[in-house]
C-alpha cells in the first residue's frame, strides 16, 4: 500500500520541492523552503516545508532542521511585513488536527486580525 501510495500518488510538497509544480519559492533554505498556500485563510499564509519528507511534526528528529525550520518561518515574516501587526504559526500533525497534506509544514499566517485561536 505504501508502495502504490509512492510510486501513484506522490507526495504533492515533495514534488512542489523538486520544483516540479513549477510553484515559486517566497524564500528557501538548505533544508527547508516557502510557498503561498494554494487556498489562503489570510492575506498573507505561507507554509514553510522541509525538503526532506517528514509526515509532519511527530517524525521530526534533527536539530539541525528543527532550527533551520523555525529560522525559515522567522525570516519570512519579517520579509514579508508581518512582525509589525503580528502574525500566527501553525502545524497540524495527525487528524484530530486536520492535516490533509501528510508532509510536514508550518503555516504563517498574518495581515490581518486573526480570528481568535484555540490556543
Ligand atoms: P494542512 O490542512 O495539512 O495543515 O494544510 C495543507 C495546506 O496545503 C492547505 O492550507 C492547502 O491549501 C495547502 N495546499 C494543498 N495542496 C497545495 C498545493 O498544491 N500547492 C500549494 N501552494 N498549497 C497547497
Ligand atoms: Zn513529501
Do not use: W
Not at 539541525?64 to 500566527?88: E, P, Q, S, W
Amino acid at each position: 500500500m505504501l508502495e502504490r501510495q509512492r510510486v501513484v500518488e506522490p507526495c504533492i510538497f515533495c514534488r512542489i520541492v523538486r520544483g516540479e509544480l513549477g510553484t515559486e519559492f517566497v524564500d528557501q533554505s538548505d533544508t527547508a523552503v516557502a510557498f503561498h498556500d494554494l487556498q489562503p485563510a489570510a492575506p498573507t499564509h505561507v507554509l514553510v516545508v522541509p525538503r526532506r519528507h517528514l509526515g509532519g511534526l511527530r517524525d521530526l528528529r534533527d536539530p539541525v532542521v528543527a532550527a533551520d525550520l523555525l529560522m525559515l518561518v522567522n525570516r519570512v515574516a519579517k520579509d514579508l511585513g508581518l512582525t509589525k501587526g503580528g502574525y500566527r504559526v501553525i502545524t497540524n500533525d495527525g487528524p484530530d488536527a486536520g492535516q490533509t497534506v501528510n508532509h510536514l509544514h508550518f503555516h504563517v499566517l498574518g495581515g490581518q486580525k486573526l480570528p481568535e485561536a484555540l490556543a
